[in-house]
Structures are given as C-alpha cells and as structure tokens.
C-alpha cells in the first residue's frame, strides 16, 4: 500500500518532468484560439499579503479599462486583448515563479507590480525573456535602474520623498518630524530615506524609527512622535499599517499631522479616519474628480459588479492606483500599437518611445524607464464626510 | 552483496535519468520557462529538506532555525558577489556599501571571466555555509542543552533575532538594512541546481551512513543507550548541528540565487514550516523522501495546482470556489491528512533503493513461510 | 593492590531527602565475576548509574584501573546537603560523562532492554564500534576511513558469529525474542572494548533454561575477552553459579560482602533479602 | 516619569493580552507537554469571527457567538488533531500543532482572500477614547488588565476548588496515574482547551478592539510573545503565565520607549533564550526530574 503510493508519487514526479518538455508546443500556438486574435497582457499584482488590498485595486482600473477597450487593431487586424492575473503574494520570493508564470501565458507585455521588491524580483525573469514590463506604481527607483525591461508610469521615491518633505516643511510649517517605517521593507525604507534627506536639507529635524513585521500596537510609537515633539509623523507604510497608525495617533492624542505616501491614497484610509481627530495628507497620482468621466465610468463599474466592488474595498471611491492601472492599460496598448505585434521585442522596442495623454497626466519614458514627472496631488483626509479632499499640486524645483 | 550491487546500479541509473532529464529540459526550453523555475526551486528545496532531515529525522533535534541559517547563507552568498560597479546603486542609502570586493571578480581576474565566475560564486556559497555553520555553533553551545519542544522554541527564537538583526539599519554598509540586495550573478539554467544540489545532498547521504550518521540515529533512537555506548552527546549533536545549518546555509545561498533578489523577509519562520512540511510529506528519515516530496510541493504549488487560485482547474471553471488561496487551503488539508494518517510520508525512513530490498525480503519470507 | 579494577569509595548518591546509596565501598579485581544483589529499590541501579557516570555521587570517588576518575564532594557542583560520613575528605570535582566513562573501558548493559530500536542488529553493534572509531567526521564521510570501516565491520560479524546473532544479523533489533535481545545487549556492549563489564539483570524474565544458557555465556565471554565482569541480579542461580565474590546492599547499605558460599550463611542476608526473596 | 506613563500603561495593557493567551499555552502545555502552535491562530481566528458578526448583527448577540465559536474551534483542533496522536511522539504531536496552524492560517487566507480585515464595528464603550494622568488612550487599554486579573482569579478558583480543576492537576501531575485513578483524561484535556480558547476569545476581543485591522498572521506574533510570558514564567505555572505576560508587555514597550524599535520583537527571544538556558523551570515552575 505505502510502496504504491511512494511508487505513484515518484512516477508521478516523473511525468512532470517529462511533461515539461512536451507542453511547450501547443503553447506556442495559443494566440490562434477560437479563430479570434488575441493578445496577452500580463498583470503582475500581488492580491494577497500586506500589499494585496492595494494590489486588487490597481488591477481594478486595468479590468475597466479592459472592458471599456477589450480589442485594439494591430496591423489593421482587430486582436481581443486578453488579461493574464498572476498572484505574486507580494513577497519577493513568489515573484520569480509568479513572473515565469506569465511568461509561460505567452504575453506581450506585463504590467505591475504595487510594491517594488516583488517587481525588482519578476524583473530578472522578464528581462531574460525580453518581455517588457510596465511599473504601475513602484516608485522604488532600483526597479527601472538595473533592468533593461522594466519601465514606470509613476514618479519614483527621490521625487515623492522630496515632495512631501517640502510640503511638510514649508506648508504645514513642521519643523521636526518623525519617519516611521517597516523593518524589512525596501519601499518605506526608501521613502524614509529621500524624505529625511529633503527634510533636513531643508533645515528640518527627523527622527526615525522601525517597526517589526506584523506589529498591530503602534501605542508606543506615537507616544515616541509626541516625545519627539514631532509637529508631523511621515510613515510610509502599506494600508493595513496605515489604518493602525491612524488609529493609534488618535488614540493617543497625537496632535501633528500625518504624512502619508501614496500607498495610503485608499477608501480604506480615509474611512478609518472619519470621525476621528487626524490631519492626514498623502502625495498620489491622481485626484478623484480630475477626470470626471473616467469617475462616473469606473463608478459604474464597480457598483455593477459585486466582485470588484469587494475588491475596492467595499465602496465605490476611486483610489490612485486605480487610476494608474487604467493608464497602465493604455499605455500597454499604445505600445503594443505602436509595435505593430504581439511580439514581445517589438512591443519592448516600441515602449521607450511611447507618449501617451493619460487620466494622471502625461505619460513619457526618459531613458532609464521612468516616467517624466514633476508633480504630484497631496490629498488630505476629511474627516467628516470620509472622502479625500484635494489640497495642492506638489512639485519639487 | 549482490543486492548492494542492484541499489547501485537503480541509483545510478535514476540518477543519471534525472539528471539527463534536467539536461533535456535545459536545452529545450527557454530559462524563464516554468518548468526550470520550478525544478529550480525544487532543488533548492530538496536541499533545505534534506538538511533539515539531516537534524530532525536522523539526530531527532526539533530544531525550526532553518530559515535563520538561509538567510545568513543567502546574505552572504549576494553581499560577496555584487559586482563592485553595481554596489553603488544597490547601496544605494549606504554610500556604496563598505564591502568594495566581488568574489566572482577576484576569481575571473586569474581564472578569466567564465571559469573565475562560476569559482567565485561556488565559494560565495561555501563562505555562507560556513557562516552558516559557524553560527550554529556558537548557538548550539547553550541551545543544544535543551529537550525536543524547547529546543525548536529556541531555534525558532534565534532565526527570529538573526532576521532582525539583518534588517538593522547599523548593519546598513553591509546587509543594505531593509533593502534588497540584487544584481549579483546567477545561474539561469536549472542543471547547476541540480548538480550543486545534487553534490549536497550526495555528501548529507554518504555522511548519513558513515559511522558518524550511525551515531546520529543511535542517538535519535535512545540517546541514554547511546551515551552509555560511548557516544559523546554534546558533540555529537553540535556536530549535526553545525552540519545541517551549513547545509541550509549553501541551500540559502542557492535561494538568493534563484530569487534574484535577497531580502530578510522571505526567510521567516513561515519558511522554516513548510520545509518542515516537506520533510514530514516525504518521510521523516528518509533523504530521498525529502527530495521526492520537495518536487511534488514545488510542482504542484508552483504550477500544478495555480489554477485553483485563479477560476480554473482541470477544465472546471469555478471562479467563486477557486479563488485566492485555495490552492494553499486544499494543501494544508493534504498536510494534515498526512501528519494524522500517513505518518510515515511517502518513503517512511527508507531510501529509494530499498524499495528493491522489501521486494527482496518479501519473496524470502514468502518462501520461508511455506 | 595490583590487578584491582574497579574500586569504589564512600559513594554516597542522595535524591533530596532520599539516601538511594549510602556511603558504598567495594573493590573489584581483574578477571573477577562480583554480584551486587540486594531486594528490589536497595540502590543497586543506582550504584552502577554513579560507577557508569549516569549520576553524580553527592560525595565518593570511583577509581578504574588505579586511576581516579569520579569525585564529588557535598560542596561540589551538584550542592547536595550532605552531612555524612565521608563528608570532608574529597575536595575536587570529577564528572566525566557516561561516553568517557565507556571510552576508559567500561560498558554496560541495561535492566529494561534499551537497543536503538530501528536498527538491525548487526548496526546495533556496529554503532557500539563508534567510540572506538579514529576517523573524524569529515574522513569519516568521504570514506577515508574504508580500513577502519572494514576492520570494524570484520569485527563486528565476528562477535555475532560469538554470540550467535549472525543468523539474524539484518533483522531488526526489536524484532528479535526476547532472550536474543538480552544477548544482543551483551554483543553491543562488548563491542565497545570494555575491560569491565556491567551487567543489569541480565537474566530479568528469563526462564530457568534461558537463565543456565545466560550463566553459561557469560562465564564463556569472561574467559574468552579476559573481562571483568561486575553484575546485578535477581535470579540467585545465576548469581551463585557464576560469581567469584558478592556484595549484598539494603536500603543504599552495604551489609554483607563474600563468597556465594559465605553470602548464602549470612545471617544478615537471610534477614534482609533472602528470607523475603521470592525468586531465591 | 510622567514621560514614561504612557509606556507603562500600554505595556500593562499589552501584558494583559498577552496573559490571556499565554494561560491557554500553559494548561496545554501542563497537560499534554505540547506547545499548542495552534493557540495563536485561534486567537486570530476569534478576531475574524468577531469582524464577521459584528457586521451583521447586534454586540449583544455577536460577542457571545464569538466566544462560542472560538471554544468549539479549540475544541475540534484537540479531538481531530492530536487526541489521535496521544500515544505517537511528541515530535508527531507537534507537526501536528504546527500543521493545524498552518491549516487555519490558510483557511483564513482563502475566506478573508489574504487582505486583512479592519474592525468596522468595534465594541462601543471600551473603545472610547480617555485621559489619564494626561496620557490619552482608549478606554480598553485600562479594561484589559483588569478584566485579566479577574479572569484569573476566577481560573484559580475553579482550579483549586472544583472537582474538574482538581482532574486537570491530577492529569498535569502525572498523566497515567490520574488515569488510573479514574480520571477521564479526554474530558480533563478537552476541558483544558476550552478554556484556553474562552480565554484567548475574551483576548481576542480586548486586543483588535484596540488594534482594529485582523490579519491572518495577527495571531502569530501575539501567540509567541505568549508563550514566551508562559515560558519565562514557568510553564504549567497560571500565575507564572500572567506575570510572565506583564514583565514582557512592560519590557517591550518601554524598549520602544528607549528607541530600541528595531529589537522589540527580537528582545522577546532573547529573553526566551537566556531563561531556558539559565532556568529552564522559568520564575514558577516546578523542577521535572528526568527517569533515567
């Protein structure tokens, strides 16, 4: 009995290896399906882990998008576009299987990650198959640096650190703050660093402290910003952290303001605000009511389709990174347009050169990847009514 | 004797099938294929396994430090093989860094590029094996004291500790704090794995039925008999000990090899649980269970098994059921219909070869019997 | 004293309140068979526990071969409160573990069987070999030992070939009778090279004919390995067959020494432990 | 002084969490001799649970539901997952624990679809916001300890005074004699769970209270930080569990005080380590003898 199953078990693994070789051939015919012509767009978001709340949302706006332009012509021929989701449970080390995933789809272009380690470790296996990769928003600038593939429509964190420390310090007039990250977490740990390096340029104070994985008490940590004398906490830290931290600073009676990056630009923060005592600002990359139409349309969406509904985190407000999955979309598609194929080398040649009008604002690459921008939204949370509203556009000189 | 000469030639000839079968799939598919992923990862895990086997199954210390003693082989195996050109912009909050040398440079700059690489990374990983090691000794001088269940609280303890201490921001010049560590060499195919792995895992295999593995069973079956016939406990188990973590060192050095990128967060104790799990699919004391079970894990996780996250598996569409995480609920069941019924895993305490022996004895009997 | 292997001197073993061996003295001399007999819970386990290294006398030393191996005094690591004779006169502290004690040359077998359970019996033996082993791990695994390896082994089948094991060299240790369990005790204890062997009842719930078999082989071991053979028994056939001399303790107390025959008229013996013995 | 109060009135509260769970790894522990690495997920657990039917129905219904499910879950694990085991090793025993940790972790996963929950409806009351000696914190931070101590008390009693608490000492004690005396060892250790899960489900509630967002890893860190406390006080020991929780909580928050963030958690370990290697039987615990 225990020797059949062990038989059956070895022969099994046998199998699979062979089945590795012989799977390859109907694969490479894939887009021939149904007679229809598609072409494969990869999303690479992580749905669970700390990053999957905003994960979800980011894929949201590609789904939109997807529906209001589910074809695009490419070479006078019409090709359904075809959305490949991979979960890459936000940590690095599903990433490569996550990517090779993908890659195995046979898709012509990926689009994510939120959160820039995971996306640091699928670059290495998209750049080995040369497929081009659009960040949506990783703003980590080692994303775009060392990889041939990778390119981004958002700002990256030398830009978003400096913006929200100038804003902080010329205007909300702090003069000392305290930087609270996540220990192990390259995306705070960039953020903190390029904010207190803008900070103290400035002539301001910083201290700054970590926090272990998995902390829920952030008691003590504010207590430490209040013993600081700390007139603004910047954290950025993923939206479940996010929440705590606003409820701990109002708990705790913490005057200042809150500093968030665009990781908390979500429904989720701002809801957790309402009705309590906190100044919260955040740097993002769109503001809701920017594009009227694209509300009113998502809007619909959402409120039609339970599923995303849940995904958004039970609402129907527009978070940023929904936004920017949408452009992400879009920019995918000129690309691929512009390509004139669904090979990914044509589409990684044609990307550089994209230029595109999207919701956020205007999308170009520069050389190493990244978008050109100089300017982001700071929102600030009402909490009264529980919606973001807009302050300023932020741009650093 | 003539059996003896039977399971060398059956592990022979499954060794170089395997192997073979690794060459074909190499030559054949492209390295980002998901196949190479996975046997990629397998192997790096048959390794783990195999190491905590090593511990657990053949010495019988519970010890959970096994993801402590990855992260300090994976650490070293990035921090000495960044390319010096590149550590500026992967130091990026650290001005560089405070190492300012790549092994795999100083090799290719007497052994040339191709040679000298592949030496450097080959000794970035035994560096890491060592650390590895040398660490399980100084931690194994109080902990090792220890019964079974305190044991493996202190060892999991101690992972814990090490992990923040390479998230510490002071130690930033050299472990990049909280930041990744990337851009290092690594092997794209999945035939180095394997052979690396496979060198590995033939060493934990020949030192398993040395006299000194013998010892280590003795003393997993009755340590007090095994003291009263000579047998040096403290040293015995330090031994195992700092082997098993020198292993799981080189097997984290592998892991940063094949995630391309090295942080402190992958290596939770969460990692030390599911290689605990392998070892307990495939057979506490069995090499060969580990290794087996680590393949089926990795295939049917990593692949296998995707569709029941996402709406599709078999041809059945059900995206209300197969939905996120399924795939690791319908696992964890699979785990404890295992721990609970089939204890023994899949190979119990036998190595592969014996299933020709049972064969054998089973016909003896048999004839015997009537 | 030449020729005098085992010499035990004013151990004292106590478990908090308890005196589980109160001040023993015995001497054992080369070549000897000694009995150390005495009603069930006298402190005889005890004994070879301190002797084998298992406990840490409160106070005494053990002497092996003219050489002072264990010492202990009250004040001594372990912090007994012990206020018995003896007390002032050890002043250091000795304690090596059971594995040293074995690798001087010492190997013992135990009252309740305790063979590695998922060996065969040939490794059951073979691992008993490891202490005598030179090899160091690294040698041992990329089998620069092969010499040693096939010396040991060579041995090893030997010794079952002695003991009459061979037959059953592949089985599993614990699949084996009882009474070749016992026996299968002895060929791994003796295949630790010991000059004094220790025996725990070996013949514990044996029958008569098994115990005359057993009596007979040690008698065979002792004369063919030249050993010294230190014993602890119930079974007063055994006992008095094969024993050159006997120590009789009760109640941690040594209350009579001699020869089977003087031990048999002791009065003292007879009061304490053979009046009342069931199995005499 | 008045600096450090906040520290210290968080540290009393965490401490009192963290007792309440660390009771439920002691009388396991007492018991079977087997570190329940379940506990902590059942905890986390009881906070899903409470999320769930707070949402959909009134306190006064949900919170006896929460309790009632959490005690039925701890229940289960201990028939399903180890009483089958009872005779096997000890290392079975614990795969099995750590098995079952992993089964609920995932199982929580695939319903909460790996996104943590936040507490929408948190209990009124204890969750209000006070002023004390000029530090400002929630009302449950000031209730938690209390509510503790009393718990424990009552435990106490009920061990030292009724004919099922006098089982489970017996059954501690030394299994196969309670056994023989006629104890019914099963009810004692189904008995054993039920009141660790009643007490990390009255934790559970107190805890994401105060942390509103239950994720399926919030039961991790909280469960080994208790079974430290259990440790550190001497496993078996209920009042040796509590005071453990306490000096932990303490000292952990007010490492944070001292600006040590980074090494909160890792402290814990630390101070896990030092107590088994320096006094393995923690502050209360009773010296085992081994048989050899």
């Known amino acids: 009995m225990k020797k059949l199953l062990a038989c059956t078990l070895a022969l099994v693994m046998a199998l699979s290896l062979a089945a590795c070789g012989g799977k390859q051939a109907p694969e490479g015919e894939a887009p021939a399906e149904n007679g229809d012509k598609v072409v494969r767009i990869g999303v690479f978001e992580p749905q669970t882990g700390d990053n999957g709340a905003g994960g979800k949302q980011e894929i949201l706006g590609m789904q939109y998008a997807n529906s209001i332009q589910p074809t695009v012509d490419i070479g006078g021929e019409t090709y359904e576009v075809k959305l490949e989701i991979v979960d890459n449970r936000t940590s690095a080390e599903n990433g490569p299987s996550a990517a090779a995933e993908l890659v195995n789809r046979d898709v012509s272009i990926v689009l994510g990650s939120y959160g820039s380690g995971v996306s640091m470790a699928g670059g290495k296996v998209f750049e080995e198959a040369g497929i081009p990769a659009v960040g949506v928003t990783c703003t980590n600038p080692q994303v775009t640096a060392d990889c041939s593939v990778y390119h981004r429509i958002c700002f990256t964190d030398p830009f978003q650190g400096p913006a929200l420390a100038s804003y902080a310090y010329d205007g909300l007039g702090v003069k000392t703050a305290y930087v609270l990250g996540m220990l192990g977490s390259d995306y705070d740990q960039g953020l903190m660093y390029y904010f207190t390096e803008a900070f103290e340029a400035l002539g301001g104070t910083v201290v700054s402290e970590e926090f272990p994985e998995g902390t829920a008490n952030f008691v003590s940590y504010i207590n430490n910003a209040k013993s600081a004398g700390a007139g603004a906490i910047f954290a950025p830290v993923s939206i479940n952290y996010a929440q705590l931290i606003v409820e701990a600073a109002d708990a705790q009676g913490f005057e200042g303001a809150l500093l968030g990056s665009d990781t908390w630009d979500s429904n989720m923060v701002v809801e957790s605000a309402k009705g309590k005592n906190a100044d919260v600002f955040v740097t993002t990359f769109y503001q809701e009511g920017g594009n009227p139409e694209f509300d009113d349309g998502i809007r619909e969406w959402i409120n039609a389709n339970a599923d995303a509904k849940t995904n958004n985190g039970g609402n129907d407000m527009v978070a940023a990174v929904t936004a920017m999955g949408y452009d992400a979309y879009f920019t995918a598609l000129e690309a691929i347009k512009a390509a004139g194929s669904t090979d990914p080398k044509a589409v990684l040649e044609a990307l550089p050169s994209v230029s595109y009008e999207g919701i956020c604002g205007h999308i170009e690459f520069d050389e190493v990847g990244d978008a050109k921008r100089d300017s982001a939204f700071i929102k600030t949370a009402n909490t009264e009514t529980g919606v973001w509203d807009f302050v300023k556009v932020q741009s650093v000189q | 004797m003539t059996m003896q000469k039977k399971k060398t030639i059956f592990t022979t000839v499954v060794l170089a099938a395997l192997l073979a079968a690794c060459v074909i799939v190499d030559l054949t598919l492209p390295s980002f294929h998901i196949a190479v992923t996975v046997i990629k990862k397998a192997t790096v895990y048959a390794l783990v396994a195999a190491s905590m086997n090593l511990l657990n199954g053949f010495t019988g210390l519970f010890s959970l430090g096994q993801a402590g003693f990855m992260l300090l082989g994976a650490y070293a195996y990035g921090v000495l093989t960044i390319p010096v050109a590149k550590r500026a912009s992967v130091y990026q909050y650290f001005d560089g860094g405070a190492i300012q040398f790549s092994l795999p440079e100083i090799f290719a700059g007497f052994l040339g590029d191709g040679v000298g690489g592949v030496v450097g990374m080959l000794a970035a990983l035994l560096v890491g094996g060592i650390l590895a090691a040398l660490m399980a000794y100084l931690i194994g001088l109080p902990v090792l004291r220890l019964k079974s269940d305190y044991l493996a609280i202190a060892t999991l303890g101690f992972a814990e500790i090490l992990r923040a201490f390479f998230q510490w921001n002071a130690l930033g010049p050299i472990t990049n704090g909280s930041n990744l560590l990337k851009s290092y060499p690594t092997f794209s195919k999945a035939t180095p794995y394997v052979v690396l792995a496979g060198v590995m895992i033939a060493v934990i295999l020949l030192l398993i039925n040395s006299t000194y593995g013998r010892a280590f069973k003795a003393i997993r079956d009755d340590e007090v008999a095994a003291e009263a016939m000579g047998i040096n406990l403290a040293r015995h188990k330090r031994l195992a000990f700092v082997i098993s973590s020198f292993f799981a060192g080189i097997g984290g050095g592998m892991m940063a090899m094949y995630m391309g990128t090295i942080a402190a967060a992958p290596f939770k104790s969460s990692l030390t649980y599911e290689i605990l799990l392998i070892v307990v699919i495939g057979g506490i004391g069995s090499i060969s269970g580990s290794v087996i079970a680590s393949f089926l894990y990795i295939f049917s996780s990593e692949w296998l098994l995707r569709g029941l996250d996402s709406g599709e598996f078999l041809g059945i569409s059900a995206p209300g059921l197969f939905k996120n995480g399924f795939r690791m609920a319908v696992f964890s069941v699979i785990i404890m219909v295992i721990v609970l019924f089939f204890r023994r895993g899949i190979m119990g305490d036998k190595e592969l070869p014996d299933l020709l022996d049972r064969r054998e004895r089973k016909h003896k009997k048999e004839a015997a019997g009537k | 004293m030449s020729g005098q292997v085992l010499k035990v001197e004013n151990a004292t073993m106590q478990f908090g309140g308890v005196v589980a061996v109160d001040n023993l003295n015995l001497e054992i001399n080369e070549g000897e068979i000694v009995a150390l007999i005495g009603p069930n819970g006298a402190g005889k386990t005890t004994a070879f526990n301190v002797v084998t290294g298992v406990y840490q006398p409160t106070n005494g030393a053990v002497w092996f071969q003219g050489e002072k191996i264990i010492e202990n005094h009250p004040q001594g690591k372990m912090k007994k409160m012990y206020k018995g004779e003896h007390a002032g006169e050890y002043s250091h502290v000795l304690a090596p573990t059971p594995d040293k004690i074995t690798k001087l040359g010492m190997a013992r077998t135990f009252q309740n069987i305790r063979l590695w359970k998922s060996q065969t019996v040939f490794d059951n033996v073979l691992i008993a070999k490891h202490c005598r082993a030179t090899s160091n791990v690294m040698s041992a695994t990329f089998r620069f030992n092969r010499k040693e390896e096939m010396r040991q082994r060579q041995n090893v089948e030997e010794l079952l070939k002695i003991v009459g094991l061979y037959e059953e060299r592949d089985e599993l240790a614990t699949s084996l009778p009882y009474g070749k369990q016992r026996r299968l005790e002895i060929a791994r204890a003796l295949a630790a090279e010991p000059k004094l062997l220790l025996l725990d009842e070996p013949a514990a719930g044996m029958n008569p004919q098994e115990t005359d078999e057993l009596t007979a082989f040690i008698g065979e071991m002792r004369d063919r390995f030249g050993l010294t053979i230190f014993l602890i028994e119930h079974h007063m056939n055994l006992v008095m067959g094969i024993s050159d001399r006997i120590y009789v303790l009760d109640f941690g107390k040594l209350i009579a020494e001699g020869t089977p025959a003087e031990i048999q008229n002791n009065q003292r013996v007879i009061d304490a432990y053979l009046g009342v013995a069931d199995d005499a | ?292």
């Open chain 4, 1 to 292: 002084m008045q600096e450090m109060f906040p520290y210290f009135l968080n540290g009393i509260s965490v401490g009192g969490q963290y007792a309440l769970i660390a009771i439920g790894y002691t009388l396991v522990y007492g018991i079977l001799r087997l570190i329940n690495f379940a506990h902590g997920d059942v905890f986390m657990v009881a906070g899903l649970v409470m999320v769930y039917a707070t949402a959909s129905m009134p306190f006064y219904i949900a919170l006896p539901l929460v309790v009632l499910a959490t005690v039925v879950l701890g229940f289960l694990i201990e028939r399903v997952a180890y009483k089958p085991l009872r005779s096997a090793p000890r290392m079975s025993l614990m795969i099995s624990a750590i098995g079952v940790s992993y089964l609920i972790q995932n199982m929580a996963f695939y319903i909460t679809g790996g996104v943590p929950q936040p507490v929408s409806n948190p209990i009124p009351w204890i969750s209000e916001n006070v002023t004390i000696l000029g530090a400002s914190t929630k009302r449950v931070t000031i209730i938690t300890p209390i509510l503790t101590i009393l718990l424990v008390v009552a435990l106490v009693y009920l061990i030292n005074h009724t004919k099922i608490g006098m089982a489970m000492r017996a059954a501690a004690k030394d299994f196969e004699t309670a056994q023989l005396m006629g104890i019914k060892i099963n009810k004692v250790i189904s008995m054993t769970f039920i009141i660790g899960s009643f007490l990390a489900a009255v934790g559970s509630m107190l805890y994401f209270t105060n942390y509103p967002s239950v994720a399926i890893t919030s039961g991790g860190m909280p469960g080994l930080k208790a079974f430290v406390a259990a440790v550190f006080g001497g496993i078996g020991s209920i009042p040796g569990a509590v005071v453990g929780a306490f000096i932990i909580g303490l000292c952990e928050e007010v490492i944070k005080g001292l600006g040590y963030t980074t090494f909160s958690d890792a402290f814990t370990f630390a101070l896990l380590i030092v107590v088994l290697c320096v006094k393995p039987t923690g502050l209360f615990g009773e010296k085992v003898t081994d048989k050899v």
